[in-house]
C-alpha cells in the first residue's frame, strides 16, 4: 500500500504544472488575431466579393503588361504583395489555388485538417472546430459568407479539387490571370 502512495505522489509531482511560463509563447495568439480579421471579411463577404471581382478584371486589363515583363518574372514580387493582403484578411497559407470567392471568403486551407469541400462532421455545437475548440469552424464561416455574397450558395456547392503541392507558395493571382486571358483568346479565334 505504501509503494502504491510513493507512486502516486510521484505521478502527480511529475504532471503538476511548473510556475514557469514562457513568455510570449502561445500556440494560438496569432490565430486569435487571425479570427478577428478572418470574421470580420466574411461578415463583409458581399463587399470583398464586388472587389475580388473588380480586382480580377484590373489584372486581366494588365495581362499584356504581365506578358511583356514575363509572368515568371512578376512572379516573385507579385507573390510577396499576394502573401501580405491575403495573409492579414484571410490568413491564407499561400496554396496557390485560391477558392476563396467559392467559399464565402473564408479560407478552406486554414481547416486544421485542410478539407476543401465542406466541414468534417465533428463541428462542435458552438460552430468552433472539433481539433482546435478555441477557433470557429472554417466551414461554418464559409456558408455564412456565402449566404451573404450575391452568388449565394451556389459556388460553395461546386467541389473543390484536391490541392496541387507543385502550385504551393505561387501567385493564385498571376495564375487565375493567365488562364482567363488564355480562354478569352481562345473565344476570339
Request: proline share 5%.
Amino acid at each position: 500500500m505504501a509503494r502504491l502512495e510513493t507512486w502516486t505522489s510521484k505521478l502527480r509531482r511529475t504532471n503538476a504544472k511548473s510556475d514557469f511560463q514562457p513568455a510570449n509563447v502561445s500556440p494560438h495568439r496569432r490565430k486569435q488575431r487571425s479570427f478577428t480579421i478572418r470574421l470580420w471579411v466574411v461578415r463583409h463577404a458581399r463587399f470583398f466579393e464586388w472587389f475580388y471581382e473588380k480586382f480580377a478584371n484590373l489584372f486581366l486589363f494588365l495581362h499584356p503588361f504581365w506578358k511583356a515583363v514575363g509572368y515568371h518574372r512578376a512572379e516573385k514580387p507579385v507573390t510577396f504583395v499576394e502573401r501580405q493582403v491575403k495573409g492579414l484578411l484571410f490568413d491564407c497559407r499561400m496554396c496557390g489555388q485560391c477558392a476563396l470567392s467559392s467559399t464565402g471568403m473564408s479560407c478552406p486551407m486554414n481547416c486544421p485538417k485542410q478539407l476543401r469541400n465542406g466541414p468534417c462532421g465533428g463541428v462542435r455545437a458552438n460552430g468552433n472546430c472539433e481539433v482546435e475548440p478555441d477557433m470557429p469552424c472554417v466551414w461554418v464561416q464559409a456558408w455564412s459568407g456565402a449566404s451573404k455574397m450575391q452568388t449565394g450558395t451556389d459556388k460553395i456547392m461546386a467541389v473543390q479539387k484536391p490541392v496541387d503541392q507543385s502550385l504551393r507558395e505561387t501567385s493564385s493571382w498571376l495564375r487565375v490571370t493567365a488562364e482567363a486571358a488564355q480562354e478569352k483568346e481562345s473565344v476570339k479565334s
